[in-house]
Nanobody
């Protein structure tokens, strides 16, 4: 089983910055990608991709709404990534979830989610 844990959420004023961290642990053979998604509480829309880090090669993907403001990267270990969020706006207020995909020790694919961390940006 693979566990994913996020940390670093909180409250910040508009224009400020926050850094989120995500760690995956457990019976993993490999991690293919780790991504950050967000969902607005009470909004029935599904979680939307914010940023993604592809472990093989280090490629990154961002949603249009965060390009130039957010940065995703590996955080000193193969199973940890961060999301540096700058120039935050109230529209960034959401629960942020980390997702890890890869293969377990038995080589079966996995996709695991963390429990989420709340980010609140006040105007």
């Amino acid at each position: 089983q693979v566990q994913v844990v996020e940390s670093g959420g909180g409250w910040v004023q508009a224009g400020g910055s926050l850094r989120l961290s995500c760690a995956a642990s457990g019976s993993m053979f490999s991690i293919d990608a780790m991504g950050w998604y967000r969902q607005v509480p009470g909004n029935r829309r599904e979680r939307g991709l914010v940023a993604e880090f592809i472990t093989s090669g280090g490629a990154t993907n961002y949603s249009d709404s965060v390009k130039g403001r957010f940065t995703v990267g590996r955080d000193n270990a193969k199973n940890r990534v961060y999301l540096q969020m700058n120039s935050l706006t109230p529209e960034d207020t959401a629960v942020y979830y980390c997702n890890a995909v890869g293969r377990r020790l038995d080589l079966r694919e996995f996709a695991s989610w963390g429990q989420g961390t709340q980010v609140i940006v006040s105007s």
